[in-house]
Antibody, heavy 121, light 109 residues
Framework: EVQLLESGGGLVQPGGSLRLSCAAS????????MSWVRQAPGKGLEWVSA????????YYADSVKGRFTISRDNSKNTLYLQMNSLRAEDTAIYYC??????????????WGQGTLVTVSS | QSALTQPPSLSGSPEQSVTISCTGT?????????VSWYQQHPGKAPKLMIY???RRPSGVPDRFSGSKSGNTASLTISGLQAEDEADYYC?????????FGGGTKLTVL
């Protein structure tokens, strides 16, 4: 059974940093691209970033480019999102999602339950 | 990376059919056959309902179907049931990124 478990969310001040983690199980982690998708309170889904299975291809939404860094440790079956220079508009639930391909972001077949990030002073 | 356009809300009675539209551009919906649809109940994670425009994952009822014409994709739910009341999001591959629609709140009357 595929399981994705996010952690690392919390309250952070504007301009601060936070690192999210997503622990994966139930599939061969290195064979699949992984992604982060966020949802601001009461709003829709927004794709944030993705990383190919081999970690050679990275993808970012314009809204986070230069501030967020996606990475993975295939030996630990874990996906990360390093978030720097956080803004109030980054406040959202951050979901980890699996892509059923090695690098092409065709769709998301499994999702975690999400971790809440709140950026506020 | 502009969001795809969906109607904000739709409603239908039990057993009726509803269709949710999703309009993009030739750089996303119209350029690839990689449109997907997600169902999200309040407080829950999104669930994949349709992928590759019209394919259903195992376990999704065949009441859910997808199609595409040009830059517009559609999700049709036939034989509406109470449990179909949820938010629905379309999503399209766009080359080096992916883009979601703004979401449609479906109410079963």
């Amino acid at each position: 059974e595929v399981q994705l478990l996010e952690s690392g969310g919390g309250l952070v001040q504007p301009g601060g940093s936070l690192r999210l983690s997503c622990a994966a199980s139930g599939f061969t982690f290195s064979n699949y691209a992984m992604s982060w998708v966020r949802q601001a309170p009461g709003k829709g889904l927004e794709w944030v970033s993705a990383l190919s299975g081999s970690a050679t291809n990275t993808y970012y939404a314009d809204s986070v480019k230069g501030r967020f860094t996606i990475s993975r440790d295939n030996s630990k079956n874990t996906l990360y999102l390093q978030m720097n220079s956080l803004r109030a508009e980054d406040t959202a639930i951050y979901y980890c999602a699996k892509v059923p391909r090695l690098w092409q972001l065709v769709h998301f077949d499994y999702w975690g339950q999400g971790t809440l990030v709140t950026v506020s002073s | 990376q502009s969001a795809l356009t969906q109607p904000p809300s739709l409603s239908g009675s039990p057993e009726q059919s509803v269709t949710i539209s999703c309009t993009g551009t030739s750089s996303d919906v119209g350029g690839y056959n990689y449109v997907s649809w997600y169902q999200q109940h309040p407080g829950k994670a999104p669930k994949l309902m349709i992928y590759d425009v019209s394919r259903r994952p195992s376990g999704v009822p065949d009441r859910f179907s997808g199609s595409k014409s040009g830059n517009t994709a559609s999700l049709t739910i036939s034989g509406l049931q109470a449990e179909d009341e949820a938010d629905y999001y379309c999503c399209s591959y766009a080359g080096s990124s992916t883009v979601f629609g703004g979401g449609t709140k479906l109410t079963v009357l």
